[in-house]
């Protein structure tokens, strides 16, 4: 068998990233991940705002735990665009950029002179990404959460008759990345076939109410606004529900299919549930919830959650225990994913696996503010 060959598929691709936070940044990093030359040019008072994000007790330097979530395998470069130095060292470095990384609030990167429009007539095939609040037209600065509660996701997130809650995660500023990341890949290989580069711009909230998939759909088709239902699913039953176990552990279920439900209710022992007319079908289950996991929840109660687990996973039912993060970087599946170093560590953004592009094994340390130098 010939063998395959692999590559770092960006190792000749050049990125500029004029990015803070979360969104801009993790589109950095996946180009790093892939082989790309990733310099961020960072304010030198402080840098990015996110070194300054620390938790309570975390003892770091400039690299704070938040910052090390997204800027790995990066070249910090601390300069004042504003200043004639800032200035020179643009006009040097993009006309050998391939892509910029940017996410300055509406106007800014005008008064720089680090817009699309400028930075084009020094390099005519760069490829331009820019992630804003609201887009290009709307002055507004946008921040997660405040999309996450415009966006509908607040609004439907938490326990029936409770307080509208945001999710754990900046997953509007992920989401956008990932955006970004397509628009730009796009971008990259229609430059392959025409030469010529390209301005991609993405919006938090647009990429929010893109995300809002069945939920938008239960409004825009059925006429339905969706409410809170904690982890419950609006159209699937048992999907979302949890149920603890004889042991204390809580067991999630993400029961998809009638067949699926006839099998859980074999392995619990209670085949009557299943042969229920008003349990039979999804629809049915969804409209009798309430009655259903109190029933289920009695059979739940009666097993041990390492016993009754490996039987369910043999009968491919969906479900799982609900872990912690110190539980969850126990799984090798997680393990495969961080990056480590001299005493910091990290998440690859970039899951996938090929078998001819090639992930870099190893990715330089998160950097210090400025630890670059210009020449």
């Not at 930075?119 to 405040?146: E, F, H, M, Q, W």
């Not at 996701?153 to 809650?165: C, D, V």
């Not at 110190?326 to 078998?355: C, I, N, P």
Request: charged share 20%; with cysteine.
């Amino acid at each position: 068998m010939a063998k395959i060959l692999r590559v770092e598929i960006f190792k000749d691709l050049k990125v500029l990233e004029l990015a803070s936070v979360l969104a801009g940044p993790s589109v950095g990093q996946f180009f790093a991940e892939l082989g790309a030359d990733v310099i961020k040019v960072e304010n030198p008072r402080g840098g990015d705002v996110t070194r300054s994000w620390k938790g309570v007790g975390e003892l770091t330097d400039d690299r704070s735990a938040y910052f090390c979530s997204v800027n790995w395998g990066k070249k910090s470069v601390a300069l004042d665009l504003s200043t004639p130095d800032g200035k020179a060292y643009i006009q040097k470095i993009i006309p050998e950029t391939d892509v910029v990384i940017a996410s300055y609030k509406p106007g800014d990167a005008e008064k720089l002179g680090v817009d699309y429009a400028s930075l084009t007539r020094l390099n005519a095939k760069l490829i331009y990404g820019t992630i804003s609040g609201y887009g290009t037209d709307n002055p507004r600065v946008g921040y997660d959460a405040v999309i996450q509660a415009e966006a509908g996701f607040m609004y439907m997130n938490g326990e029936a008759k409770g307080p509208s809650l945001k999710m754990p995660v900046a997953l509007i500023d992920v989401l956008a990345g990932h955006q970004l990341k397509e628009g730009l890949l796009l971008a990259l290989l229609n430059r392959e076939r025409t030469g010529k580069g390209d301005f991609v711009q993405v919006s938090l909230l647009q990429t929010a109410v893109s995300s809002l998939v069945n939920q938008a759909t239960n409004y825009l088709v059925a006429g339905s606004i969706p409410q809170k239902h904690g982890s419950e699913h609006p159209n699937i039953a048992p999907y979302g529900d949890t149920f603890q176990t004889l042991d204390g552990q809580e067991i999630i279920l993400a029961v998809g299919n009638d067949k699926q439900f006839q099998e859980l209710c074999a392995l619990l022992g209670i085949q009557q549930v299943s042969a229920a007319e008003h349990f039979k079908t999804n629809a049915q289950r969804v409209i009798n919830r309430s009655e259903l996991n109190i029933l289920l929840q009695e059979a739940f109660i009666k097993f041990q959650s390492e016993d009754l687990l490996p039987k369910i996973h043999f009968a491919k039912i969906p479900a799982g225990i609900i872990q912690n993060l110190e539980q969850v970087f126990q799984l090798d599946e997680a393990k495969q994913l961080v990056l480590e170093g001299e005493g910091l560590k990290g998440v690859r953004t970039y899951a996938a696996k090929h078998s001819s592009v090639s992930v870099a094994k190893t990715l330089t340390l998160p950097p210090v503010l400025g630890s670059t130098r210009v020449k």
